[in-house]
């Protein structure tokens, strides 16, 4: 049971334009959502979160938007950079087992020149 | 966030073999992680270790497998033991970041196994 999906593999996007990343998730009783980039041979960095009372967080070039009705949120990249190029994984936790993180498959984000 | 290397980066292993995977940190903390990521997979929490405490597992893994230490704040082994293909995997380990910020987890650079 995919409790956190991430329905596209890959994305491709030019530089200079916005990246978006997708997830949704079917627990309704998580509360905290993360976004790791992941590159390869390293481990993944943590990158933005939103709690469950917000539905938007930002960090310069990078937004997250959470839409609990619908149990989806997104990750907004603004300006995309090819340093953008790398594995983003969306991860979701709720209060009752606050460490445990639930992870998605993943989206593969190129950024091209 | 806090500094974690893993000890091996990699490693090939013969069936029915096992390995052991550190993880040390560059400061204390009280909670550390270890994932498995499977080839084309998410990553997956296999169990949680607390200094002082036996290892939690999740569901769908077992101690007889994977065997935890965690002697100290900064250190924490596993091991994958009896290895077959299926446990071909990079394997991580993580820790949890600073209380005001409790669900956030800092990873190491994890640990590629090949078992053949």
């Known amino acids: 049971d995919q409790q956190v999906k991430q329905n596209s593999p890959s994305l491709s996007v030019q530089e200079g334009r916005i990246s978006i990343l997708n997830c949704d998730y079917t627990n309704s009783m998580f509360d905290y959502f993360l976004w790791y980039k992941k590159y390869p041979a390293e481990g993944p960095t943590f990158l933005i979160s939103?709690?469950?009372?917000?539905d938007k967080n930002e960090d310069g070039r990078f937004t997250v938007f959470l839409n609990k009705s619908a149990k989806h949120l997104s990750l907004h990249i603004v300006p995309s950079q090819p340093g953008d190029s790398a594995v983003y994984f969306c991860a979701a936790s709720h209060t009752g087992t606050a460490s445990k993180l639930t992870f998605g498959t993943g989206t593969r984000l190129q950024v091209t020149l | 966030s806090a500094v974690i290397s893993q000890k091996p980066s990699r490693d090939i292993c013969q069936r029915g073999t096992s390995l052991t995977i550190q993880c040390q940190v560059d400061?204390?903390?009280?909670?550390m992680f270890w994932y498995r990521q499977q080839p084309g997979q998410s990553l997956t929490l296999i169990a949680t270790?607390?200094?002082?405490?036996?290892?939690?597992?999740e569901s769908g893994f077992v101690i007889d497998k994977f065997p935890i230490s965690r002697p100290n704040l900064t250190f924490s082994t596993l091991t994958v033991s009896n290895m077959s293909p299926e446990d071909s995997s990079i394997y991580l380990c993580?820790?949890?970041?600073?209380?005001?910020?409790?669900?956030?987890?800092?990873f190491g650079p994890g640990t590629r196994l090949t078992v053949l």
């Open positions: 400061s204390q903390v009280t909670m």
């Open positions: 939103i709690s469950s009372i917000k």
């Open positions: 993580s820790v949890q970041g600073r209380l005001s910020s409790y669900n956030e987890q800092f």
């Open positions: 270790a607390n200094q002082g405490s036996e290892a939690t597992y």
